[in-house]
């Protein structure tokens, strides 16, 4: 069974940069894909960024389009966590951000979610 804690989250001006850590214990993180999903104040929760299992080399990393190029999802084994980086932040981002964690490739967690989540923390983004 995953554990999954997530970090990082604050106040911050449109344009700086936070980093997001998904701290997972309970299995090692190696062999799941973990994804970053995100709910904002009156909309429904929506996919962010998912990263499949080490071992699926050919499972790429799903961005939402409106965070390519701005938003970087990765793993750390050693510390057993996986973060995502986010930069040129801009208001539109505020919202609860939580991850999650499962079996799946990379595009099925972010479609479908996984069967384990955390609780969130709060990024909000001030203009």
């Known amino acids: 069974q995953l554990r999954l804690v997530e970090s990082g989250g604050a106040l911050v001006q449109a344009g700086r940069s936070l980093r997001l850590s998904c701290s997972v214990s309970?299995?090692?993180?190696?062999?799941?894909?973990i994804g970053w999903f995100r709910q904002a104040p009156g909309k429904e929760r929506e996919a962010v960024s998912c990263?499949?299992?080490?071992?699926?080399?050919?499972?790429?990393?799903y961005y939402k389009d409106s965070i390519k190029g701005r938003f970087t999802i990765s793993r750390d084994n050693a510390k057993n966590t996986v973060y995502l980086q986010m930069n040129s932040l801009k208001p539109e981002d505020t919202a609860v951000y939580s991850c999650?964690?499962?079996?799946?490739?990379?595009?099925?967690?972010?479609?479908?979610?996984?069967?384990?989540w955390g609780q969130g923390t709060q990024v909000t983004v001030s203009s």
């Open positions: 999650t964690g499962g079996t799946r490739t990379a595009d099925e967690l972010c479609n479908l979610g996984g069967g384990y």
């Open positions: 309970g299995r090692s993180v190696e062999h799941y894909a």
């Open positions: 990263i499949g299992a080490e071992a699926a080399t050919s499972d790429s990393p």
